[in-house]
């Protein structure tokens, strides 16, 4: 079984649509991060969460917003998804006190109509 | 200037060529520095990182950093086509909480 786990895959959603987007983790880490990525403008950072307790805003939190329901468990809402935020998105998780290193979900691709 | 660069390419090398992929970074601060492989509608994969200025060596891949100038390279020998790919590099930034990711430099291994 796959480590990080995103859920949907894909969707496709309407103007206006809340959308959830759900990332789970097996690895035990600590540290958990929200990615857009567009084609062209590499990975951006939306949000992140050090634990349940710890939420931080990445460079372009506007429009989204999270909740780390555990540990393992770090979700993505578009309140009111615009055509804007059309893109891949990738949850990511990280050990503290281990290397810096990120790992990744295997991405879910929105289309916003 | 952003914080992270790379030249988006496409970069073509030939089979069997050493492909050289190159990055640039603003934050003095950095510490510690990754490449990530990605194919296309996948996700990022860990290639190698590192933190000491000098060379890193993992099969055929040799990382090298340069922190006096600000610059981190990744060498591929004996490119093989499934080399075929977009790299990501990427740096700590933000007093080492976050990485911060280059747009990525895609690589195009010839037969």
């Known amino acids: 079984d796959a480590d990080v786990t995103q859920t949907p895959r894909n969707r496709i959603t309407k103007t206006g649509k809340r959308i959830m987007l759900e990332c789970s983790q097996t690895?035990?880490?600590?540290?958990m991060y929200w990615y857009r990525q567009d084609p062209g403008l590499g990975l951006q950072l939306i949000y992140y969460?050090?634990?349940?307790?710890?939420?931080n805003k990445g460079e372009i939190s506007d429009g989204y917003s999270v909740s780390r329901q555990a540990q393992a468990k770090f979700s993505l809402s578009l309140e009111s998804a615009i055509p804007n935020q059309t893109a891949l998105y990738f949850c990511?998780?990280?050990?503290?006190?281990?290397?810096?290193?990120?790992?990744f979900g295997p991405g879910t691709r929105l289309t916003v109509l | 200037q952003k914080e992270v660069e790379q030249n988006s390419g496409p970069l073509s090398v030939p089979e069997g060529a050493i492909a050289s992929l190159n990055c640039t970074y603003s934050?003095?601060?950095?510490?510690?520095f990754f490449w990530y492989r990605q194919y296309s509608g996948k996700s990022p994969e860990l290639i190698m990182f590192?933190?000491?200025?000098g060379d890193k060596e993992d099969g055929r891949f040799t990382a090298q950093l340069n922190k006096a100038s600000q610059y981190v390279s990744l060498l591929i020998r004996d490119s093989q086509p499934s080399d075929s790919a977009t790299y990501l590099c990427?740096?700590?930034?933000?007093?080492?909480?976050?990485?911060?990711f280059g747009t990525g430099t895609q690589l195009k291994v010839e037969l």
């Open positions: 990511a998780t990280r050990s503290t006190g281990d290397t810096d290193t990120q790992y």
């Open positions: 690895k035990g880490h600590d540290r």
């Open positions: 969460s050090f634990d349940v307790k710890d939420i």
């Open positions: 934050d003095r601060g950095s510490q510690s």
């Open positions: 590192i933190y000491s200025n």
């Open positions: 990427a740096v700590n930034t933000g007093g080492g909480n976050k990485l911060t």
